[in-house]
Every structure is written in structure tokens, then in C-alpha cells.
């Protein structure tokens, strides 16, 4: 068991002084994604991965953020519940900063389940590296985990929400946040887009992507190769030495 918020101070203190000092922090959002779809799905998916990655691993993980940046959602459905990204990247930059100055940790890793998530994790990050030079830093989101992570979120498409991936996956963990007689699929229209657009300038019903062709079966494929790669991720990152500069110049 490695998750922070099963371990008491005294268990969290000898995973540490076992040399566990690698984290990894799982970071989602609530917002929503579609008529068929759970709102928590994005940090049910980061959660969830990083659990299992973190379990193979022997790593500490912290307790997942709940809320993301999600204001391209508007509030013209339902559910979605936002940080802004001052308050989104304040909020990560003090957990992290605890997780570092009270627990000892050397290297962190940022997990996102939401794509605009992004900016306000790279602001906490620059922060947080210039204010602790000794520990490393690093962030990805699970699309970004590895080239296949990244064919699996985008099977139907670049600009994708609550999609085959996203569906398939939940249903393979979750399945009751699955109301699959509510699913419809829409096309992604921004390929080739210039702009940015919220959500309601793409989709009239929060999806992007083909979630009717979404399964258990195709989830539980999808988890184990996610959840492999981030393993092989972690593996790499904790093997990795620090860079060595040539100091004659």
C-alpha cells in the first residue's frame, strides 16, 4: 500500500527513509463530459492509473486533486465544477511544496487526467524548481505517457471528450458512472482550426469523439497498456542521474 492517504505520518516517514522519496501526484478535474459520462471521470481515470503504477512501483502517491482548470466547459452543461489557473497552480504548488519541505520528497511527478490542466502544472513546476534546485521535477498527462498512450486517446479523434478511450476505461473500473443508452457521438470539427474554442463552439452535447463504440473489454486493454508505460516511465525516471555538466569552458 503506497497511497499517502492510507499511511499514517509513521508509516509515510519509514516509505521515505526506505528510500521511496520518488512521488507522484495525480491531478483531474470535474466537469462534464457528455449526457453518459461520470463528472469526475478525469480524476477517476489519474487516480486510478497512478495507483496501480505506484503500487508495481513501491512509490508514494499523493492523495488526487479533484479539480482542474475547466473553464473552456463554461456552464453550458451541467457539473463542471473549475478552478481558475492562479488558483489551480497555487493550490498544486502548496501541496507540492509540503509534500517537499515536511516529507522529504526528492523528485515529483505530475500526473493530469484534464488537458488544460497543463499551463497551471508547468507555473506550479517553474515555481517550485527555481525555490527547491535539489529536487526534480516533472509532469505529463496520461495521453502523453508514451506514443501509444497518446494513439489511444485520440482513436476518434485529436480534440477528443469523453470518448471511446475515455468511456471504454471508465466502464472497465467504474461502470455504473457509465449510462451507455445516453451516449452520442459527434465528430471533431477543430482539425485544422486556427483558434482555440470552448467547448460549446465544437459540441452541442459536451462529447467530442465516438463513445457508442466504447466497451469493458476495449477499456481493460486500454488501462493495462496505460498503466504499464507509466510503470516503464516511473522505472525510467527513478534510474535517471542527474545531468553532468562540463564545467570547462
Known sequence: MTAWAN???LQLSELIDAGRTFAVFPIGATEQHGPHLATGTDTLLSEW???????????????ALPYGCSLGHT?????TLSLTPNTLAKVIYEVAHWAISATK????MFISGHATNGPSIECALLQLRYEFPDVRFATRGLWDISQEALRIY??????????????SMVLAIEPNSVCMERAQDV??????????????????????GHPTESSAALGRQMLDRLVDDLVALLSQAEREPWPTVDADF
Do not use: F, Q
Not at 75 to 79: D, I, M, R, V
Not at 105 to 108: A, C, P, V
Not at 155 to 167: K, L, P, V
Not at 199 to 204: D, F, I, L, Q
Open 105 to 108: 520528497i526528492d523528485r515529483l
Open 49 to 63: 492509473i497512478c495507483r496501480e503504477a505506484c503500487r508495481r512501483c513501491n512509490l508514494p502517491m499523493l492523495p
Open 154 to 167: 485520440t482513436i476518434d479523434g485529436a480534440d477528443i471528450h469523453a470518448n471511446i478511450a475515455e468511456t
Open 75 to 79: 456552464k453550458a452543461w451541467p457539473g
Open 187 to 208: 465528430e471533431d470539427c477543430s482539425i485544422g482550426l486556427v483558434w482555440r474554442y470552448a467547448m460549446p463552439a465544437t459540441t452541442s452535447t459536451g462529447v467530442v
Open 7 to 9: 499511511l499514517s505520518g
